[in-house]
């Protein structure tokens, strides 16, 4: 530091100067795949559940590009005892020959060096989903243990690898006809602290979605974790024609066209093609893959969609007047309500935002699907006139719904219960202005909200009762949301407004707590609430604002000790410690709590449990919505009794 810098800190009475030396040495140069150990969440988001899932996703990816070339029909992916991965396909096999710049075996040099395949030149690979993908190397740094055996040349090559680090050579261990590879290994417990265990039902949607997007390739996924194994073969000839028939299915979805559109156009080494169906549903559900990447956030592809998709409904309905004069021209919102659509295009150079691939940006793709879907879906139009004229009335409908939505906000403004300076008034507001520090509690009763009103911490916490089961807006059009009174309160005291009228720079408490009954009403209160935020106010979920407040189930005492109990099993536990012979009280609501024990079992930031809502699968928390909160019952059915088995006991 200089004499000069340090008079100029002396000057302004600055007493202590910490400084640390920067040089050289300080440069870290991490060899091999150590960067991956040291760093993992890097190259596969983290290293919790999804993250561990991701590992299988790679490896399969690798088979997957092996299709894409046209030299692989099925692969086989296992679950094995101690939850080990292996998956096999029968594709040309990881090549064995010496690499010349490296002087190691080709499949050596795939699973130890970053970067490294064959999908980088051209020549390998026209088309590849994993180029942009962590690989196969990663894979192995973060494995306990890889073992990769390739059937090639007429023989079997095997060599094993321990946290990314060869422990012999590849040789020979037997002779056989045909080709492939075979990668089995174990993810490492020291990087995936939370968990190993693999939930078979995620790796079957993942492996299912790919078995769509390459009609006629037969996957297979076997858990042979139990006594009997079990698992499933997706092969689809209808591609993602059958995937589009397959979503309504299983969201319990109901068509209002026969069959579903299928458009698809090829030019050089680009191709796109798209499946779209329309449904009874108020929702829209449009997946998009390149390469068969989930794009999750979109990209050039859906632009390219959903611009020409508005164009051909707004020029149809003028050409041949079903869109009147009168009529305003359909926004995109008013064309996708109950569409389900599924957009798949393979290139060679794909360009994705972000090391998870879950944005394309390939600006020319626009153009090719946009081109495409305006050309071909007119045709089919003029082709099917009644078809057309269902769909674009589908579309009026729901522009004549937002329009009366948009007259219902003006109406709400001009007599100022929407307007973020006008509250409720059930509203008990919180005298702090800082929306970091104050949190809000919607509460099931006026019974419940009163004992929390008296209870609270006044500076911080806001107390909101509503009474009665509101709105289940996944069967309700915009307008209803609009003018629904148990809503209307819920998004005044909030402040971000809804729909195109969302701001989350407005909102006025950071933690929104719902707190209901620990029972069946209870639970259906929640679930409508958390529908609506899902579906209204996504960004107020994946900020993580929304909790879930946990209020206890029974009081334990005896004589003068006391104690709360949040489940049957702690409540055993408490009675066993205080000697047997207590005095139970099970809380059936929150009314049946003055405001001090529900301040001291619920409210007190120091002693309270709350859980935070998060979605971890936007497209999954779709569909669960949908199944849970539609009209078709059987889905519904389906659904609890798969998962009842791990819901709490609700008191009925």
Known sequence: MSEEIKTNLE???????????????DIQVLEGLEAVRKRPG???GSTGPRGLHHLVYEIVDNSIDEALAGVCTHIECDILPGNIIQVRDNGRGIPVGINEK????????????????GKFGGSGYKVSGGLHGVGSSVVNAL?????????????????????????????IIGDAEGHGTLIRFKADAEIFQETTTYEYDILARRLREQAFLNAGLSITLTDKRGDEDHGEVFCYEGGIRSFVEFINTSRGLNPIQEEVIHLSTTKGDRSAEV??????SYNETLLSFANNINTIDGGTHETGFKTALTRVFNDYGKKFGILKDSDKKFSGEDVREGITAVISVKLTEAQFEGQTKSKLGNTDITGLVSSMLYEKLMTYFEENPAVAKVLINKSLDASRAREAARKARENARRKSPLESNSLPGKLAD?????????EIYIVEGDSAGGS???G??????????LWGKMLNVEKARVDKVYSNEKLQPVVMALGTGIGDDFDISKLRYHKIIIMADADVDGAHIRTLLLTFFFRYMPQIIEEGHVFLAQPPLFKVSKGKKSSYCFSDEERDAKIQEFGGDCDIQRYKGLGEMDPTQLWETTMDPEFRTMLRVTVEDAQRASENFSILMGDNVEPRREFIEKNAKFVQNLDV
């Not at 000057?11 to 920067?22: A, C, F, G, K, S």
């Not at 795939?110 to 490294?116: E, I, M, Y």
């Not at 006044?458 to 107390?463: G, L, T, V």
């Open 11 to 25: 000057e302004e009475d600055i007493d202590t100067v910490v400084t640390e030396e920067y040089s050289a040495k």
């Open 42 to 44: 890097m190259y596969i």
């Open 102 to 117: 490296t002087g190691l075996p080709a499949v050596t040099v795939v699973l130890t060096v970053l970067h490294a395949g």
């Open 143 to 171: 494995s306990e243990w890889l073992e990769v055996e390739v059937t090639q040349n007429g023989h079997i090559y095997s060599q094993r690898f321990e946290r990314g680090n060869a422990v012999n050579d590849l040789h």
């Open 275 to 280: 499946a779209l169906c329309y449904t009874d």
């Open 430 to 438: 919180c005298t702090s202005k800082d929306p970091s520090k104050c």
């Open 452 to 454: 929390a009103k008296e």
């Open 456 to 465: 609270r911490d006044r500076e911080h916490m806001a107390i909101l009762p």
